[in-house]
């Protein structure tokens, strides 16, 4: 679904551990960056389209302290925002939206508990619902982990896009986990595959090093929006600045607030 026709979303990503925002390479090597909260009202001052919170511990007993940075955040910021990380069932959903969020990311569940997503689309909405592939290439195929990118799955990459879109799901965020954190581009190829195969918004993450990255992606028609962390976090790609290159593309993009 990515019709330039529908302003391409800007989206930097809030991985949460501990309580302060932090990043890694290919899932591995976390270091911290600073407070969400601050981070939050920093992006959307940039013109930020939407956020991400990831909640890495995504453990029991960190999961208030998340919720509660996730109340905080939304009683900071005007942008729509998603929550993910460790969501294993509708009570999980409906507390995330409960504190916040405006949608929820289901990732590993969705694969070991398909109904989490059906059921969850039903009673929330499919716009509150986003299902998160972690996809890496295994002998030539595209194929889906979970357990942040530890298990591989039976499903084929495309596949499971088309089912979690049967689910429910009203958009896909595709990690590529080879590119994650690496700043080599995003993964077009695997993103048109899925783009084409599903009939709901693809959201690319895992590969953004530079500028270049967030306009090939969007001329190759390869998705509908840009999720990012590490280039937002160090400052090598700024945000006004990349919509005013975009813009001058030719690729729609919403003005800054």
Not at 8 to 33: H, M, T, W, Y
Not at 236 to 241: A, C, K
Request: charged content about 20%; overall charge neutral.
């Amino acid at each position: 679904m990515t019709d330039n026709k529908l302003a391409k979303r800007i989206i930097p990503c809030l991985d949460i551990q501990n309580g302060l925002v932090s990043k890694g390479i290919k899932f591995q090597n976390v270091k911290e960056i600073g407070n969400p909260i601050e981070i939050a009202m920093y992006y959307e001052s940039q013109g930020a389209d939407e956020l991400v919170l990831y909640d890495i511990n995504a453990s029991v007993e960190m999961r208030s302290n998340f919720l509660g940075i996730v109340t905080q955040v939304a009683n900071k910021i005007r942008i729509p925002f998603t929550v993910g990380g460790g969501i294993r069932t509708v009570d999980d959903v409906y507390n995330a939206l409960l504190s916040g969020a405006d949608k929820v990311s289901i990732n590993s569940a969705a694969v070991l508990t398909p109904e989490v997503l059906s059921a969850s689309a039903k009673r929330f909405g499919n716009q509150c619902i986003v299902a998160s592939l972690d996809i890496k290439k295994v002998n030539s195929e595209y194929m889906v982990f979970t357990h942040g990118g530890r298990n591989q799955t039976s499903y084929k990459a495309v596949e499971w896009a088309q089912r979690c879109e049967a689910l429910g799901a009203g958009e896909l965020v595709i990690n590529a986990i080879d590119q994650d954190g690496v700043k080599k581009g995003y993964d077009r190829e695997l993103l048109k595959m899925i783009s084409s195969a599903v009939g709901i918004p693809v959201i690319a993450s895992g590969g953004a090093g530079n500028q270049m990255d967030f306009i090939n992606l969007f001329e190759d028609q390869a998705a509908d929006a840009a999720l990012a962390a590490s280039v937002f976090h160090f400052g090598s790609v700024e945000i006004p600045i990349l919509k005013k290159l975009l813009a001058e593309k030719g690729i729609v993009v919403r003005t800054s607030i």
